[in-house]
């Protein structure tokens, strides 16, 4: 059994920062690609940002220069700090990673974490 559990969301003001941690736990024998998700009320999940194995990361165009992914292995974790954050950021944000277990290959999600940047 693979779970990923996501922590750091937050109610945050314009121009602040948050940073959003997800750890992954269970019957692990290696993570491949890590990335972070969000989707707004009504509308498709989308990638914001993910990151591989080797540490080669891609970000959506809207969080470039202002958001930075990164994983420690060791801990089987992934985290997305964000800064000078907009209300357009506003969001669940959803931990991916596509994990290799003991019983198979898949894809896992997060349950999801709420960041709202108001002022």
């Known amino acids: 059994q693979v779970q990923l559990v996501e922590s750091g969301g937050a109610v945050v003001q314009p121009g602040g920062s948050l940073r959003l941690s997800c750890a992954a736990s269970?019957?692990?024998?290696?993570?491949?690609?890590m990335a972070w998700y969000r989707q707004v009320p009504g509308n498709q999940r989308e990638l914001v940002a993910v990151i591989t194995n080797g540490g080669s990361t891609n970000y959506a165009d809207s969080v470039k220069g202002r958001f930075t992914i990164s994983r420690d292995n060791a801990k089987n974790t992934v985290y997305l700090q964000m800064n000078s954050l907009k209300p357009e950021d506003t969001a669940v944000y959803y931990c991916?990673?596509?994990?290799?277990?003991?019983?198979?290959?898949?894809?896992?999600w997060g349950q999801g974490t709420q960041v709202t940047v108001s002022s």
């Open positions: 269970g019957s692990i024998r290696s993570i491949y690609n």
């Open positions: 991916y990673a596509h994990i290799f277990s003991i019983a198979s290959i898949d894809n896992y």
